[in-house]
Nanobody
Framework: QVQLVESGGGLVQTGGSLRLSCTASGGTFSSYAMGWFRQAAGKDREFVAAISWSGASTYFADSVKGRFTISRDNAENSVYLQMNSLKPEDTAVYYC?????????????????WGQGTQVTVSS
């Protein structure tokens, strides 16, 4: 299994942007589909975005569609989440996850490895 480390979280004002990064080690990164999930205080973790192993296919939660983009660089063993037009409701801990095989990248149970999370706070 790969090990995942997220970075790039922080405090931003409403309407601002952040770019999260997730770097993998210990496995063949290009073999994994990658996803981003988030968990707000007192709420369940939810799907945000995912990208296939090749980068050819991407998936987004309705709540972030048109504002967030996901990309990957297999040469750098990294996946990125570009977050624009941020809203206070985007405040959460954001987790990166890797799935070796998956039928539905929106489902948490499909993922084999998880990062420790990075906090994103959007002030109003």
């Amino acid at each position: 299994q790969v090990q995942l480390v997220e970075s790039g979280g922080g405090l931003v004002q409403t309407g601002g942007s952040l770019r999260l990064s997730c770097t993998a080690s210990g496995g063949t990164f290009s073999s994994y589909a990658m996803g981003w999930f988030r968990q707000a205080a007192g709420k369940d973790r939810e799907f945000v975005a995912a990208i296939s192993w090749s980068g050819a296919s991407t998936y987004f939660a309705d709540s972030v569609k048109g504002r967030f983009t996901i990309s990957r660089d297999n040469a750098e063993n990294s996946v990125y989440l570009q977050m624009n037009s941020l809203k206070p409701e985007d405040t959460a801990v954001y987790y990166c996850a890797a799935a070796y095989t998956s039928w539905d990248l929106r489902e948490e149970d499909e993922y084999d490895s998880w990062g420790q999370g990075t906090q994103v706070t959007v002030s109003s």
